[in-house]
Nanobody, 125 residues
Framework: QVQLVESGGGLVQAGGSLRLSCEASGRTFSLYTMGWFRQAPGKAREFVAGIGWTSSLTVYADSVKGRFTISRDNAKNMVFLQMNSLKPEDTAVYYC??????????????????WGQGTQVTVSS
């Protein structure tokens, strides 16, 4: 069992930056593929970014490519999402998720086994 706790959300102006953190419990964290998803009001949850257990594999949604960077620190059981050049359309609840069954990054939320409670990101125009 893995528990995930996100932090770092908040209110920021367009063009600003935020860094989200996700702290995981459990000894096998380093073996999991990790992902960030987001869900805006009235919209489906969508994939934002994912990272393989070795950090050599990263995948991004087209909407955030070049602006967001995902990283992980297996020694500290942490995953991060650095968000730069934020836009109002990035406003959403952001979730950290763990996939225990794959060596590569999957974009479907149904493939992920564990989820955090989410952290709100609001970007004002």
């Amino acid at each position: 069992q893995v528990q995930l706790v996100e932090s770092g959300g908040g209110l920021v102006q367009a063009g600003g930056s935020l860094r989200l953190s996700c702290e995981a419990s459990g000894r096998t964290f380093s073996l999991y593929t990790m992902g960030w998803f987001r869900q805006a009001p009235g919209k489906a949850r969508e994939f934002v970014a994912g990272i393989g257990w070795t950090s050599s594999l990263t995948v991004y949604a087209d909407s955030v490519k070049g602006r967001f960077t995902i990283s992980r620190d297996n020694a500290k059981n942490m995953v991060f999402l650095q968000m730069n050049s934020l836009k109002p359309e990035d406003t959403a609840v952001y979730y950290c998720a763990a996939d225990k069954n794959s060596d590569f990054v999957r974009k479907s939320s149904y493939e992920y086994d564990y989820w955090g409670q989410g952290t709100q990101v609001t970007v004002s125009s």
